[in-house]
């Protein structure tokens, strides 16, 4: 089967649209659904579509022994219950902006904790690109004050939720690595929203909550739940096979990008900070990518 390049770009340019659209769309509906009821919500939509997807899928996958079992269970309460309830907890306090910023620094903070979990080495080029981002995060989060040294609840958060979605990413290439991406997925996003749903019902209220949220609201989470999980994912892991994780992986830095984009079509401007802090991020995830210009690449070579 042959697959057309811009295509497979698209792809991967949708799951970052999809990715940057989730903030705003979270942050639309913080303040009439609680953190763990939302994420319940949307990761039961999700897990539907991936049962449906391998319902669909017919072939079989991979056999999985007690300890493929024993590393999926801690990676989804890590990477799915965690990072959500973050994300969610992080929207009823902070900007889509800032929240899409912060995560933005996933890619460095990956590479930090590879350097610790994998045989991995930080060259000079990358530590440049952390310390660039980190200074545009820190303008962002601080307003520019440094010596305050002060940080919003909503902006800590969103860095809880960035740690532990850096640490799942790496420990799935270190501790499941040979498991199908799109099998590991739909397990771990099993296993965390089952935990959502039980923390839900014993913390919040859920079954009196969810019939009184209003139909905006529902559309919302059925959108996080399906364009910003279940087809993000596809597209991306498809794009990462077909094109190769070094360039797929530069899309990610439209993420941000994309959420400013929405904000502004929604009629809100962002802060000159935003901006200049965007520009830093955005610099330093690149810097430390290892990219540079085709121009050049011909020159150096």
Known sequence: MTHSRPLIWLMVVASTFFWGSNFNAGHAIA????????AAE??????????????????????????????????????VFGFNYAF????HSTSALN????????????????????????????????????????????????GLLHIAIGDAWMMLACLVWSLYSVGSKKFAGHI??????????????????????????????????SVGTHIILVYMATF?????????????????PERATITFNLVP?????????LGTVPLPLQVVGMVLVLGGVLISSGWRPRYSRRIAS
């Open 99 to 146: 929240a899409a910023l912060i995560m933005a620094l996933s890619p460095m903070v990956s590479l930090l904790f590879s350097a610790w979990l994998l045989p991995i080495r930080i060259r000079w080029f990358q530590y440049a690109g952390i310390v660039i981002a980190f200074i545009g995060v820190s303008l962002v989060i601080t307003g520019g004050n440094f």
């Open 257 to 265: 990008v994309f959420t400013l984009l929405v904000n502004l079509a």
């Open 228 to 244: 910003g999980a279940v087809f993000a994912y596809i597209f991306w892991l498809r794009g990462v096979y077909l094109l190769g």
């Open 31 to 38: 303040d009439e659904v609680p953190a763990l009821t939302a």
């Open 42 to 79: 949307r990761f039961a939509i999700a897990l539907v579509g991936f049962l449906l997807i391998r319902l669909f899928q017919g072939k079989a996958e991979s056999s999985l022994c007690l300890r493929d079992m024993l590393v999926l269970f801690p990676l989804g309460i890590v990477g």
């Open 88 to 91: 969610f907890t992080a929207l």
């Open 180 to 213: 199908p991406p799109l099998q590991f997925a739909r397990w771990t996003v099993c296993i965390g929203a089952v935990a959502l749903i039980l923390a839900a019902l014993v913390i919040e209220d859920p079954l009196a909550t969810i019939p009184s949220l």
